[in-house]
């Protein structure tokens, strides 16, 4: 009779043990990962959004940029266009580029009014460009005189993921509108480089 009650429960432990191995085994199997997995998650989350992917996006860009500027530093009917990859002229004279190696779209936005001297760029890059050297170029060359007798005050460009994003104009509405766009950048998880920055005399 102790016998027959010592080999129950030794039994009754022997299935606790398992049932308790199975729990932790099952529990191992849904939540564990190896280091690689883990790490790959968090290269993903910290990466970030590096380009916008098409016009409605830059468009959308803007919207948010100019929702978030006072209006009496805005210029009056301001509208983003997208330029025409395949016109070198018009390329060099709102945005100073000439060589378009990397580029994948390049966006203006500017008054309605041909005598207001405000202008903003935005320019989607390839994943193989070289953003630093674009942002060059277009500091380097774009004119902040090319409106009928007016001249941009401000100059500034930032590299937004690998995008480029240019502002020129007065000095307030260009430290104002540079601001929103690398809020509007930093809502994208986009990485925000320096900014360069140019002064003109007006």
Sequence with gaps: MKKKTIVNKIGMIAVVVMLSTAML??????????????????????????????????????DEVYGGVAEDLL????????????DADMLSYHAGLTDLDGIEGVYLSES???S???????????????????RQQLMDNID???????TAE???????????F???????TASEVLAKAIAAAE????????????SNPI
Excluded at 75 to 86: A, H, K, R
Excluded at 144 to 150: E, G, L, N, R, Y
Excluded at 187 to 198: F, Q
Aim: charged share 25%; aromatic share 6%; net charge negative.
């Design 25 to 62: 085994t099952g529990c191992g199997k849904s939540g564990d990962r190896n280091s690689d997995e883990v790490s790959t998650e968090e290269n993903a989350d910290t990466a970030g959004m590096v380009h916008l992917n098409s016009a409605d996006e830059v468009s959308a860009f803007f």
């Design 75 to 86: 210029p009056m009917n301001v509208m983003m266009t997208e330029l025409d990859m395949g």
């Design 112 to 114: 309605m009014i041909s």
């Design 116 to 134: 207001t001297a405000y202008s903003a760029v935005y320019i989607r890059t390839s994943d193989e460009a070289d953003a630093e050297s674009i």
């Design 144 to 150: 902040p005189a090319k409106w009928i007798c007016v």
């Design 154 to 164: 401000q100059e500034y460009a930032v590299i937004l993921g690998n995008d480029i």
């Design 166 to 172: 240019f502002v020129m104009g007065p000095q307030d």
């Design 187 to 198: 809502s994208r998880n986009m990485k925000v480089s320096d900014k360069l920055e140019k």
